[in-house]
């Protein structure tokens, strides 16, 4: 599932992906993958991603249940 609330928080910032990558000590392509939804980052690297962005891991990383 695609990350879209980390890539508007980026915007919202005017951060680019290497900006941001850089930022956090990461490659650009990490970030570009967490915000494709194909990397799984560490609790470490989240809160990193977090900190820089001021939001919370609820912010950009929680996921809400669907019904089934």
């Given at each position: 599932?695609?990350?879209?609330k980390l890539k508007m928080a980026r915007a919202e910032h005017d951060l680019s992906q290497q900006e941001l990558a850089k930022?956090?000590?990461?490659?650009?392509?990490?970030?570009?993958?967490?915000?494709?939804?194909?990397?799984?980052p560490s609790l470490q690297l989240c809160l990193s991603i977090c900190w820089v962005l001021d939001k919370s891991l609820d912010d950009l990383f929680w996921q809400e249940k669907k019904d089934t």
């Open positions: 599932m695609k990350n879209k930022t956090v000590g990461v490659s650009r392509q990490t970030i570009g993958l967490i915000e494709l939804g194909k990397y799984n």
